[in-house]
């Protein structure tokens, strides 16, 4: 039996579990902290019981309650999602609002960046030309003619970073004037004026489709290509359907030379020097495991703070991770209206798992609880600190873009893929993405980097993650330093002098629409 004296996080006084840190596990009859002996073999990230539970006894983790005990549990035994019964969550009617004192904080100033001022103000992190569909139907057509532009056209304007396809599977056989229709099509609408794409967005239509591209360039003149001598040099859509095409390979050229005009002022484009207030930064996780919420998520959190001090933009988002959590973020809100909209947020996500015959305990995925998180409510615990400490300044909904800068909850799903396609539309230059068990997750449209929860994965995927935060377990780096990194990592990556890995490795993902109106 092992007797070593192996290290365990307890992150609240008040916590009755703790967190195996040891790669490879704890063993049966190993002591740890305050001479507790495992009953068992527990898994790192684990929970192991740092006292006797009686059935039915709270379960507190982070100083929180995060659900009652099954059966008995004893002391030193794995305490996991078989044992432990989800808690009823917060009542929404009854959440303070916007109590909490705002202090002032001291403001970061001198940080910078090197990106792509746009007309509007807003700022780049690439210079991308983007290339949307009006429906489905096309995207086939989209991939085939955004190689053709890498290979034939880009070399030629080296200012240009990248094409990218927008391609989603929305546009026709959908209720198009359903009031949720609003969601997927204000999405794709914002998608289009990211900063990344500096206002040179073309669209590919079909030209039956119930989406027409009017509908999603209503803030700016629709330019259509016309297959002639003297065709506009600022358009901006392409109708498959126009009759002026004879078969396939016209429609290629002729987005092909639309194509070489948008790059022509997108290569005119030259970085520049930008305050750190002028960075949108996405914040979310994936593939979370135990540690990602004291490590990688304080350490985002920390990195939050410090753009908001710069007066940059920060959005945490994942509804079903905060719902659990919201009663730590209402009385954070700046005012009581801003309190209230997060209530509604989450009261009309409720309503919507309802309707799908679901709930919230469909949340955490097998890999979760893999990696110690028995359920939704320790998940969103760790989930929230990417929020840091500032106060919340707005709450927008799913596909609106930001209205202010400071803290930002982005109500989006937990899906990975729907979060990113949202924070997207809402205006995000740059995404950080925490995981504990791993995923190659990656979007062209905007650089994303990866922090690791634990330095197990930060170094079985030395290539794929760009910051290990599992040092903090170790005790190799504090939260602070890890913090400090990351904002300068952003800074660096913002301004093109580092690339995010999975920009290096090309691995991006296709954008997901959140469309929760009915289908025809």
């Known amino acids: 039996m092992t007797q070593t004296n192996s290290r365990v996080i307890r992150v609240h ?45 709270q379960v507190v983790r982070y100083g929180e309650v995060i659900g009652t005990t099954l059966v008995a549990i004893a002391s030193g035994s794995h305490v996991n999602e078989t044992n432990v019964q989800l808690p009823t969550a917060p009542a929404l009617d009854e959440l303070p609002l916007a109590t909490r004192e705002i202090t002032a904080v001291e403001p970061l100033e001198g940080y910078t960046f090197e990106g792509f001022r746009n007309p509007d103000g807003s700022v780049g992190t690439k210079n991308v030309l983007g290339i949307t569909t009006s429906v489905q139907c096309v995207a086939g057509t989209v991939d085939y003619v955004v190689q053709r532009i890498k290979h034939e056209l880009l070399p030629r304007f080296s200012n240009v970073d990248d094409v990218v396809g927008l ?67 600022e358009a901006n859509v392409l109708s498959l359907q126009d009759d002026s095409f004879q078969g396939f390979g016209e429609m290629v050229e002729g987005i092909l030379a639309m194509a070489e005009r948008h790059l022509e002022r997108l290569n005119r484009r030259q970085r520049e020097t930008c305050p750190a207030s ?64 997060l209530i509604e947020q989450m009261a009309w996500y409720d309503d919507y798992l309802s309707q799908g015959q679901a709930d919230r305990s469909a949340n955490p995925s097998p890999g979760n609880k893999k990696g110690g998180l028995s359920n939704v409510v320790e998940k969103a615990l760790g989930s929230v600190i990417k929020s840091g400490n500032s106060p919340i300044v707005d709450v927008i909904g799913p596909g609106e873009r930001l209205r202010r800068k400071g803290l930002t909850f982005a109500a989006t799903p937990a899906s990975d893929f729907i979060c990113g396609t949202l924070q997207l539309a809402a205006g995000m230059n740059l995404q950080v993405f925490t995981t504990g068990r791993g995923t190659p997750y990656g979007l062209a449209m905007v650089p994303v980097l990866k922090v690791s929860s634990n330095s197990t ?8 993650i760009d910051l290990d935060a599992g040092r903090i377990a170790t005790g190799d780096a504090s939260i602070e330093e890890v913090g400090w990194e990351l904002f300068l990592l952003i800074l660096d990556v913002a301004s093109g002098r580092q690339q995010a890995a999975a920009d290096r490795l090309g691995i991006h993902n296709d954008l997901v629409l959140f469309n929760p109106a009915p289908v025809t």
């Open 13 to 57: 006084p008040n916590d009755n579990v703790a967190i195996v840190v040891e790669q490879g596990g704890l063993a049966e009859g190993t002591i740890i902290e305050g001479g507790i002996t495992t009953t068992m073999a527990i898994p790192q990230g684990h929970k192991v019981a740092l006292v006797k539970m009686a059935e039915g006894d």
């Open 167 to 233: 391609n989603h599977s929305y546009g026709c056989g959908v209720a198009i004037n359903a009031p949720a229709a609003i969601v997927p099509i204000r999405t794709l609408k914002n998608i289009a004026l990211n900063p990344n794409f500096g206002n040179e967005i073309m669209i590919i239509a079909l030209g039956c489709e119930k989406l027409q591209p009017s509908t999603l360039l209503s803030d700016r003149p629709v330019r259509i290509y016309e297959n002639t001598q003297a065709a506009d040099p």
């Open 278 to 341: 002028e960075l949108v930064v996405g914040m979310q996780c994936g593939g979370s495991d135990a540690f990602s919420g004291v490590t990688a998520n304080p350490a985002v959190g920390f990195a939050t703070d410090l753009i908001v001090r710069a007066g940059g933009s920060v959005m945490f988002s994942e509804v079903t991770e905060v719902r659990d959590a919201i009663h730590l973020l209402t009385p954070r809100a700046i005012d009581e209206q801003v309190g209230r909209a």
């Open 457 to 464: 994965l930060g170094k079985r995927w030395h290539d794929i």
